[in-house]
């Protein structure tokens, strides 16, 4: 570890000689965990990382308009490349879900949550993860993934007749780690093998001032940020994670965020699409319309309308990737194709597929080409005479990359579109804001299990024992929806239902596996 001295002199070598402006105040104890903390910033590369943040905030400030040199190059994904739920032959998509179940059946697909973000509009002082949105069961987001693992891998052993694991990998920040540990322990876990749950942590970056110094958070603590969810290749490499994936087999790689509510972990159609459009491989019963695809999926939704403010999955000179909406002229947003529909509405929904190998490439080869993006933050401080301030507007500068960035090295880049309100509804924001709340994200879901309870043939009933018309699927998130409940152990994407049929239930109802006994009984 290096001395005080050495730090001192790197810090006073990169400008920023104020990170210790309140040494001599602090007692021993603070100033060792402090010593211990400013020896693991990367200090040789400090002062290029403040001047970046410095430059590309002003940059970006500058530069919130389109980018009239991006729009020439701009292209949606070419239609040889997608798939969709929606208008996708039947016949692919039962092969996909089948090539989709036959790898989660031989142990090949893992998941791998991100969860290192701090919330910060949410609210919270504990991970997202461990949020309770209010649904009758209670569960938080943790437990219904947790659940839907469980499930996927019976559902393939049912199948296939093999017994099968999906290894949930999970990446954690400083803020989030051992909060995460301590909650999978006390919950035992929800029914998942210890050794097959691997947590690991992501790199932190200190946050900077817009002109381009470290900040205090305290008197002897830089406030530092997790490096982005494009911090997950560092953080691959870091925690030697690709080589525990190739230990037990693992080739393919469901990559989703913690806070959407309706993820359908490691889903068989999903991974199946991109598996299935793989050079080389041919699937018996039905041929690949597109065998050239596939080492990099991502799952798209149509946007709701040409304003939403959601990035785009597009090509910008034949290369694919994620444009900001910003990015994008309202004329172009809003163009329409021959189908009546956006030509650039492939809603990016962070929820992506990697082949084990193409991550590999990206760790060895590409990772440190990824440019950070700049996110103005309100970050707690302490002003130059040691007073605490919480800021009311950004004052500083946060570095994040993304883990879409990495499409551009794609060889073989698909896209899946997906049904809104069947698997999107994320939870960014606390109740009160227009969106994305735990009411939006709880309705979206008990929305979707009055569908698939309707569906198998059931009449609900509401807490006045009066029968109500089913929602339409695309009624907002904010109307209030029954409380039927139904446990990721009973259906995962509302199959195994047959038990509801010509049943009438009165919510709030949770069918759990004691419910669903009852009712067999
Ligand atoms: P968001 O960008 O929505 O950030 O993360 P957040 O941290 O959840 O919330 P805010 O912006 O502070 O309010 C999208 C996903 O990426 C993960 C988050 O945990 C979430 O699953 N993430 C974000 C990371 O894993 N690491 C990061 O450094 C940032």
Known sequence: MPSLQQIRTALEGSGQAHV?????????????????????LDLPRLEEHCRAAAQAAAAAQAACAPDRDLEPNLEPVPPES?????????????????????????????VLLLAGGQGTRLGVSYPKGMFDVGLPSGKTLYQIQAERILKI??????????????????????????????????NAHFGLQPSNI?????????????????????KGKVAMAPDGN??????????????????????????????????KMADPLFVGFCVANQPHRRLCGWSPRHPNLGDCGAKVVAKAH?????????????????????????????????????????GNICNHFFTRSFLQDVVETFKDQLKPHVALKKVPFVDSCGNQV?????????????????????????????????????????????????????????????????????????EQGIGTPMPPSSSPENRPALKCEISPLVSYFGEGLELLKGKTIRTPFILDGAAAAELQA
Request: glycine share 8%; proline share 6%.
């Open 20 to 40: 210790l402006r309140f040494w001599p105040e602090l007692g021993s104890e603070q100033q060792e965990v402090f010593l211990r903390e400013l020896a693991q």
């Open 153 to 186: 891998q019976e559902l393939a052993e049912r199948r296939l007749g093999s017994k099968c694991t999906v290894p949930w990998y999970i990446m954690t920040s400083e803020f989030t780690l051992e909060p995460t540990k301590t909650f999978f322990q006390d």
């Open 82 to 110: 997608m798939g969709s739920v929606r208008r996708s032959d039947p016949d692919c998509l039962s092969g996909w879900e089948r090539e989709g179940f036959l790898q989660i059946s031989r142990s090949r697909v893992a």
């Open 390 to 462: 919480k800021p009311t507007e950004p004052n500083g500068i946060k570095m994040e990359k993304f883990v879409f960035d990495v499409f551009p090295f794609s060889r073989n880049f698909v896209v899946l579109e997906v049904q809104r309100e069947d698997e999107f509804s994320p939870l960014k924001n606390a109740d009160g804001a227009p969106a994305d709340t735990p009411t939006t994200a709880r309705n979206a879901l008990l929305a979707q299990h009055c569908r698939w309870a309707a569906a198998a043939g059931a009449a609900l009933l509401d």
């Open 306 to 346: 040409p304003a939403e403010p959601v990035g785009v999955v597009c090509r910008v000179g034949g290369v694919p990737q994620v444009v900001e909406y910003s990015e994008i002229r309202p004329e172009t947003a809003r163009l329409r194709g021959s189908d009546g529909e956006l030509v650039y509405s492939a």
């Open 198 to 218: 691997l947590m690991f942590e992501q790199r932190m970056i200190p946050a900077v001032t817009f002109d381009g110094k470290v900040i205090l958070e305290g």
């Open 230 to 263: 494009g911090g997950l290749y560092q953080a691959l490499e870091d925690n030697g994670v690709l080589e525990d994936m190739e230990r037990r087999g693992v080739e393919f790689v469901h990559v989703y965020c913690v806070d959407n509510i309706l993820v």
